[in-house]
T-cell receptor, first 110, second 112 residues
Framework: SQQGEEDPQALSIQEGENATMNCSYKTSINNLQWYRQNSGRGLVHLIL?????REKHSGRLRVTLDTSKKSSSLLITASRAADTASYFCATAGGGFKTIFGAGTRLFVKA | DTEVTQTPKHLVMGMTNKKSLKCEQHMGHRAMYWYKQKAKKPPELMFVYSYEKLSINESVPSRFSPECPNSSLLNLHLHALQPEDSALYLCASSQDFGEKLFFGSGTQLSVL
């Protein structure tokens, strides 16, 4: 079952621009994670933000979490062509499951 | 070693075949997972194992049979699959539930 929605579904930008993706979810969570997937490959973990955190940074990535709105955003600054991929948020509640959102397909034009 | 290894990378099988997907991790993770992913869709959870015991079965049809022979290995046995079962099958592991998932590169399965 899918936890939430991401928007936009697809995003096309020029190299050097910033890319922002949003994720909404439905139930209470312990943490929210972002993953990246290159076409037809396995997913790679990018960043994890816990429910008591509001913002987290990792290199060119910035993640925010608003638990009152049940939403998160991922900002990639100074995008590169190599950032072209699908990006998924995933939520972990109190059980065994990590559930993925619908994903945003990012295309960065060189 | 922070890798999850999946074999085979590609598999084509007929609807009467029996095949198995294999997954291995040597990170000492307690949790291992099978996800199914259709093209342009998010991964969907199938099974979760904790300390080699099946903890979650997301109402997966019995033609998919998981097995965890030991803490490092996870198999998915396939029998009498349907064409709609064609998908990318992903194995993952994590130190604990809800923590960072480490994914294998997946098995692209085609059922003819």
């Amino acid at each position: 079952s899918q936890q939430g929605e991401e928007d936009p579904q697809a995003l096309s930008i020029q190299e050097g621009e910033n890319a922002t993706m949003n994720c909404s979810y439905k139930t209470s969570i312990n943490n929210l994670q972002w993953y990246r997937q290159n076409s037809g490959r396995g997913l790679v973990h990018l960043i994890l933000i816990r429910s008591n955190e509001r913002e987290k940074h990792s290199g060119r990535l910035r993640v925010t979490l608003d638990t009152s709105k049940k939403s998160s955003s991922l900002l990639i600054t100074a995008s590169r062509a190599a950032d072209t991929a699908s990006y998924f948020c995933a939520t972990a509640g109190g059980g065994f499951k990590t559930i993925f959102g619908a994903g945003t397909r990012l295309f960065v034009k060189a | 070693d922070t890798e999850v290894t999946q074999t085979p990378k590609h598999l084509v099988m007929g609807m009467t075949n029996k095949k198995s997907l294999k997954c291995e991790q040597h990170m000492g993770h307690r949790a291992m997972y099978w996800y199914k992913q259709k093209a342009k869709k998010p991964p969907e959870l199938m099974f979760v194992y904790s300390y080699e015991k099946l903890s979650i079965n997301e109402s997966v049809p019995s033609r998919f049979s998981p097995e965890c022979p030991n803490s490092s290995l996870l198999n998915l046995h396939l029998h009498a699959l349907q064409p709609e079962d064609s998908a990318l099958y992903l194995c993952a592991s994590s130190q604990d539930f809800g923590e960072k998932l480490f994914f294998g590169s997946g098995t692209q399965l085609s059922v003819l």
